[in-house]
């Protein structure tokens, strides 16, 4: 079986050699038929030659170069459409991911998993990147029902099936596992160690707390109403709508009143709670549009991909003479 390692690539230059000999005693010492693809992503230092010097010395390593900086979802969606084995693993190009939990991972996938993330459970960074991201995982655990401890790990490993079903951009490749079990696939976690940064520097700063927050809502969406917008949509338009119509009815009541019975008359001009039932009013009427030309759009877009991921057939039985003769039933 083939083993495909994905790696993208920004700025590592100083690692690719040590990263890549470590590869290789782990392919050697558990006899495994590997594939490594490194992806550079606009790397502005020498890493493209490294990768080149790797790939003529030895002919399990590809290298593919991206013309400019297109982030790491794009990367490892390069990486995934060129890979031909049946197991795929991800790890960081930093030298911060051990690979001697390689065969941990595929035989984790081995016991009937089909997506298998790390969790850096004693972690080398600073303070103020392991507090954040303990908190985005909790809240992407509790809003999507994945319960992992660590969805920002870049070591996972996975069937070649999930990535057929599972499309990354943006910033998405964290999101891979809550993705995937979406799609019906079993996913599950084991302890990997986590290393010292010893070359180069993070690519990540404090600005990847809001953009993780913003993919999570997107995330979140896409997997529970990416085939039903309006079912989100059109619910809170239609609460938007109803509290406009009880707020407009009660102020016609009262201005009806005011006039008739009370003998004291208001102008609902003065009164802000006409402002806001109008708002309300027009904040439905725009959701409830939105969610129709979502429904239109999913339905225009349905044939691209499967509403639904098949885990397997029943295999074929060969026809008999028996077969072809008219059974009872058919009199």
Known sequence: MLLSIVIPVYNEADSLSELHAELSVIASDQNYAVEMILVDDGSTDDSWNGIRRLAETDGRVRGIRFRRNFGKAAALDAGFRAARGDRVMTLDADLQDDPIHIPEFLATIDQGYDVVSGWKQVRHDPWHKVGPSRIFNWMVSRL??????????????????????????????????????????????IVVRHRPRRHGKSKYGLNRIVKGFLDLLTVKFLTGFGQRPQHLLGSVGLMSLLLGVLGMGYLALKWILSRTVWDAPIDLHETAALYYSLGLLLMGGQLLSVGILAELITSYLAGNSDAYSVAEHTPPRHETADDLEPSSHDA
């Open 144 to 189: 999507t029902g994945v319960a992992l401890h660590d969805h920002n790990c870049g070591m996972k490993c996975y069937r070649r099936e999930v990535l057929r079903e599972v499309r990354l951009y943006g910033e998405l490749h964290r999101f891979v596992p809550v993705l995937a079990a979406a799609r019906g696939f079993r996913v599950g976690e």
